[in-house]
């Protein structure tokens, strides 16, 4: 039987560019889940804000300053390592280029390709979907012909 554990929060970054792609990492050798696909971010360190977690884990990560970010939903999972209580930002504002300081491969995406991901973002992809698709639709509304 699998161990219960008590759930840990983990802080995760949507990347979004002006024309939909967004940021993916691959999983490093040596974590669970090495070689797998997710959105940057990492565990929150005891009594650190969430917000403030996001932010250090994409300096380590990926030299990138996250300017602002707005928190979009949260997801729980449990797999076998951890109960893991994920939270998606999505960010449109940041300062640098990604870098990969931790010897992890990345990749900006439009429709996601890359695989396979981590079991618990695989759901978010179609919610992300449905967010860019809407946004073009009121792009269409507003900007096409009478
Ligand atoms: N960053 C990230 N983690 C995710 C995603 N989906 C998902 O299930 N997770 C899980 C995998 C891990 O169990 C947990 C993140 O923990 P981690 O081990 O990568 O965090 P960390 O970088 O702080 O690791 P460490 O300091 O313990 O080495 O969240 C996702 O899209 N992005």
Request: proline share 8%.
């Amino acid at each position: 039987m699998v161990e219960a554990k008590r759930p840990v929060d983990v802080a995760v970054g949507i990347l979004l560019r002006p024309n939909g792609d967004v940021l993916l990492g691959q999983r490093p050798d040596g974590k669970p889940y090495a070689g797998y696909w997710e959105f940057p971010g990492g565990k929150v360190e005891p009594g650190e804000d969430i917000l403030a977690a996001l932010k250090r884990e994409f300096v380590e990560e990926l030299g990138i300053e996250v300017i602002s970010a707005e928190e979009w939903c949260g997801v729980e999972y449990v797999y076998p390592h951890a109960h893991v209580r994920l939270h998606f930002f999505i960010s449109r504002e940041w300062r640098g280029e990604p870098q990969s300081l931790e010897g992890q491969a990345f990749a900006w995406q439009g429709q996601v390709a890359v695989t396979p991901l981590l079991p618990a973002t695989i759901p978010l992809l179609e919610w992300l979907d449905q967010l860019r698709y809407a946004r073009q639709a009121v792009n269409q509304s507003v900007e096409g012909p009478l």
